[in-house]
């Protein structure tokens, strides 16, 4: 009793309440009379928001989804653009032609 800080009027009656046969509807009307009773409107509106926050869970799974897809997608149209920039085919200059041969040198500030 002391660990659930009950009284000793308190469960003599549940002990009767129980002999009689009536300790469940006398336990519900306690339950009913107690501040912490659940109404039937919060009830409704507990499974409301459990069922929002179950979409809100779903969206936000499929936003980090499409995220990392496009930061994959990102990074492979990064390494396509850096490839295609790189320097053009690299001809000896043996054989290239006089201009190309000049425009070699200049690049390469050889000239």
């Known amino acids: ?3 659930h800080n009950l009284s000793r ?3 003599d009656r549940w002990l009767e309440a129980r002999e009689r046969g009536e300790f469940t509807a006398s336990m519900v009307t306690a339950a009913r009379k107690s501040r912490f ?3 039937n409107t919060e009830r409704a509106e507990l499974a409301r928001l459990r069922k929002e926050n ?3 869970k779903k969206k936000v799974a499929q936003s980090e989804a499409v995220q990392e897809i496009l930061g994959k997608a990102y ?3 990064e390494g396509i653009t850096e490839s295609s920039t790189e320097t053009d085919e ?3 200059p043996a054989l290239m ?4 041969y000049a425009q070699w040198l200049e690049r390469n500030k050889l000239s």
């Open 1 to 3: 009793m002391r660990e």
């Open 9 to 11: 009027p308190t469960v």
């Open 37 to 39: 009773e659940v109404k």
């Open 54 to 56: 179950d979409a809100l």
């Open 75 to 77: 990074e492979l149209l």
């Open 90 to 92: 690299q001809i000896p």
């Open 97 to 100: 032609s006089a201009t190309e």
